[in-house]
């Protein structure tokens, strides 16, 4: 059986809308707060709570952040991530239609996690896996590992679909066929018939 696995940002999702709206809430200018936000991302979505990242981004530009602070920056992020592609939106219910397995690796905070799971999208997903909840996140090749055992298939039996190169070639390294996205057209060419 040939499970299809899914990334959620940039792939389900369109790109935050919320950047703007953030950096407007720390006082800072877009540019600015956008490297601020990404810089320590990777470390949020690997399982650094809130307070803490958002702490991380007010440092880089000098603000300081507090819990009614990191809330309400934490709200407005993840209402930017909740974007769905419509065209991404029916290719998953065409596939689930079609009995394929689909599983979600994302890398998200586990506070997106626990909000992105309520989603009506994830109802044609048979698993979500979130790296926010298992402490690693991608490219690191455990997180691979843990997407296998959880599903239950072996890493050959898995396609792959992410927008960032590094964590396709993690995928490939891990022993999945990863395929970098290009858009749901493209994702039915490569899944066939």
């Given at each position: 059986m040939r499970w299809v696995v899914f990334d959620y940002g940039e792939v389900i999702s369109q790109p935050s809308g919320a950047l703007p709206e953030l950096a407007s809430l720390l006082g800072a200018p877009v540019e600015d707060f956008a490297a601020a936000y990404w810089e320590p991302r990777h470390d949020y979505d690997s399982g650094t709570p809130d307070l803490v990242y958002w702490r991380a981004v007010?440092?880089?530009?000098?603000?300081?952040?507090?819990?009614?602070?990191?809330?309400?920056?934490?709200?407005?992020?993840?209402?930017?991530?909740?974007?769905?592609?419509?065209?991404?939106?029916?290719?998953?219910?065409?596939?689930?239609?079609?009995?394929?397995?689909?599983?979600?690796?994302?890398?998200?905070?586990?506070?997106?996690?626990?909000?992105?799971?309520?989603?009506p999208w994830t109802r044609h997903f048979r698993h979500l896996v979130f790296s926010g909840d298992l402490g690693v996140a991608k490219p690191d090749p455990r997180i691979f590992a843990a997407l296998a055992e959880r599903i239950g298939a072996d890493p050959r039996d898995c396609v792959f679909f992410d927008d960032r190169q590094v964590n396709v070639d993690g995928a490939n390294a891990a022993g999945l066929t990863g395929v970098l996205w290009q858009g749901s057209s493209h994702a039915r060419s490569v899944l066939g018939p």
């Open positions: 007010g440092a880089r530009l000098g603000v300081e952040v507090d819990e009614a602070l990191s809330a309400r920056l934490t709200d407005v992020d993840v209402r930017g991530w909740l974007r769905p592609d419509p065209s991404v939106l029916e290719l998953l219910a065409d596939l689930a239609s079609e009995g394929v397995p689909l599983a979600l690796l994302s890398n998200a905070s586990a506070t997106f996690a626990r909000v992105a799971e309520r989603e």
